[in-house]
């Protein structure tokens, strides 16, 4: 499967470079964020394979997921550098109600240009450099997953989600 060409992105994007991301950093915000618990996350490089490379054990299970990227910049190795893009969930009873089947729907937007513009960006802007990081929370209920996830993404502000409350919702535009 192709990934859009950085030309069929820009023509979904009239109003302004696709490789604009805003970012918010603010140390206070940080401070905010719950101690979770999270366990050790599996990481897999995003690509139409990310669901056959996913371990047995997180197929099936409910939790949450980032997608960084991980930008290959010419510096020593020591020098780790990583943008969090996006932060979900996948819940019990919920559509795509597990890591593989939620998976599903980001694979079928590579190469896609009918899809969302921010999940066009997550799945195509950035190949071989975008990651996924699964935290497996069988263990917990879905309302703390819920929780988790908004603690989260309101505190770090991942500049791919929308759904954000509170100051958080203050960064975007909104018109």
Do not use: C
Request: glycine share 4%; charged share 20%; net charge neutral.
């Amino acid at each position: 499967m192709a990934y859009l060409t950085h030309d069929e992105i820009l023509l979904a994007y009239p109003f302004g470079p696709p490789h604009r991301l805003q970012v918010v950093h603010n140390p206070e915000w940080w401070s905010e964020i719950n101690n979770h618990n999270l366990p050790e996350p599996v990481k897999i490089e995003f690509n139409e394979n990310v669901r056959e490379n996913m371990p047995e054990n997180i197929h099936f299970g409910k939790g949450i997921y980032m997608f960084f990227l991980e930008p290959n910049h010419p510096f020593p190795a020591q020098v780790d550098i990583k943008h969090l893009l996006y932060v979900g969930r996948v819940q019990n009873g919920k559509t795509n109600f597990n890591f593989f089947q939620r998976f599903y729907k980001y694979i079928k937007a590579i190469g896609n240009r009918t899809v969302a513009l921010n999940t066009m960006r997550l799945t195509n802007l950035w190949p071989e450099k975008t990651f996924v990081y699964y935290f497996d929370l069988s263990d917990r209920t879905d309302e703390e997953i819920k929780n988790i996830e908004n603690n989260i993404y309101n505190k770090i502000v991942p500049p791919l989600n929308e759904a954000l409350e509170g100051n958080a919702r203050l960064t975007r535009k909104l018109y």
